[in-house]
């Protein structure tokens, strides 16, 4: 089924009017809508929920961090995306912790940002790449050793759930490991089940990683 609605909250015009045309155009199938401030699309959205919404940061008045914790309070389905200038560990990290699955900068070009709002639609969590290193140094300066979730997964999904924390989709993790994508699968079932939680960022916050 293909991506019925989405949001983008971007408070400068000239990239509201570049996007907005890319992405119908990408995306014929999909309402999009733009709002220019958080407020707007709080008002809107609260409501009026979408399936996805592409948040920058800096916004006049709410951040778009702020607003996105806000809709998911009430929206916990709804897929949220980062697409900001802000690489920063600080605002990486507050941003997923407010609920957002994927982190995209904004000079990624088009073609890429259309990958990653499929990506993220499909159950992915897509993030540019200098995003994904900042996690990855931020888990490598994290001590696991006093971890019991993170210790009471075996080798190998310990691999895993490092893999995972650096952003990789299902299928480049066993193309990494030389596995089936259905045993990574398995795998991660396998992982969520024992650290009882039911997502990515779930899993990566009760091992300690993030």
Request: contains cysteine.
């Amino acid at each position: 089924m293909p991506l019925s609605s989405l949001a983008v909250i971007e408070d400068n015009k000239t990239i509201r009017e570049y996007l907005y045309p890319l992405i119908c155009t990408a995306f014929p199938e999909t309402d999009v809508m733009v709002f220019a401030t958080a407020e707007d699309a709080l008002q809107v959205l609260i409501n009026d929920p979408v399936d996805m919404v592409l948040f920058d940061i800096e916004l006049p008045g709410m951040s778009g961090i702020e607003c996105m914790y806000k809709l998911k309070s009430v929206h916990r389905q709804m897929q949220c995306m980062m697409l900001t200038v802000f690489d920063d560990a600080e605002n990486i990290f507050k941003a997923i912790k407010a609920g957002a699955t994927g982190y995209i900068l904004k000079n990624t070009s088009p073609e890429k940002i259309f990958e990653a709002i499929t990506d993220l639609y499909n159950g992915g969590s897509p993030m540019s790449s200098q995003i994904a290193r900042k996690v990855i140094e931020a888990f490598q300066q994290t001590d696991n050793s006093k971890n019991e979730s993170y210790h009471s997964l075996s080798r190998r999904e310990q691999e895993i759930i490092q893999i995972l924390a650096q952003g990789y989709r299902y299928k480049e993790i066993a193309d990494q490991l030389f596995l089936s994508q259905e045993t990574i699968r398995t795998h991660i079932r396998n992982i969520y089940e024992k650290l009882h939680v039911n997502s990515r960022w779930e899993a990566l916050k009760k091992t300690g990683i993030i």
